[in-house]
């Protein structure tokens, strides 16, 4: 009986290990998700598109739908995050950039208090409208669970592209021109 314990348990192993990558694999390959959808040229609607945002600086509330016809670039961000911190200058000149193409960055706090966010937008010299996620639904609608992710949303609000850590100006250079001109 001994001699077939330490067999079976390696079988078990293996079994468990084949599953685990057929798992990842299978994750992968989910042609569903925001990431597959732009990669391969399909945008998809920019999900929550209706849903209403507390806007920081105000009462009011603002959605992505509200902005339909411009472009947005929409930071995930948080004040606790380091790269976020690193990135602010450039989002805050990218702002400049946008307003003068009929396109806005609009910031998203991702479990975030109000108050820190509020601090950080003073510290970094935030000019751009920012939002609260409360209850991070509308983050995670996205398939945000880190911070900072950002997603360029065309004039028709679909997400056009994305980029799931820490944004740089080569990016944008890269990216924004072609979304602004409106070609895909």
């Known amino acids: 009986m001994r001699k077939f314990v330490l067999p079976g348990v390696i079988a078990i192993a293996a079994v468990a290990a084949l599953a685990l990558l057929a798992f990842g694999v299978a994750r992968n390959n989910d042609t569903s998700s925001i990431d597959a959808k732009v990669a391969h040229g399909s945008y998809p609607l920019a999900p929550s598109y209706r849903m209403r945002l507390q806007l920081l600086s105000s009462s009011g509330t603002t959605s992505l739908a509200s902005y339909r016809g411009k472009v947005v670039v929409l930071n995930v961000f948080a004040s606790w995050c380091t790269d976020c911190a690193a990135e602010a200058p450039l989002l805050a000149r990218e702002q400049k950039m946008l307003t ?74 890269q990216t924004l021109p072609k979304i602004l001109a409106g070609k895909t």
């Open 100 to 173: 003068a193409h009929d396109a806005t960055m609009l910031g998203v706090t991702f479990e975030d208090a109000a108050p820190s966010t509020e601090s950080f937008d003073r510290q970094y010299h935030v000019d751009y409208p920012v939002a609260r996620d409360a209850s991070g639904s509308f983050v995670r609608s996205f398939g945000t669970d880190a911070v900072p992710e950002t997603f360029v949303i065309n004039r028709q609000g679909k997400v056009q592209a994305l980029r799931r850590e820490p944004v740089t100006a080569q990016w944008f250079r």
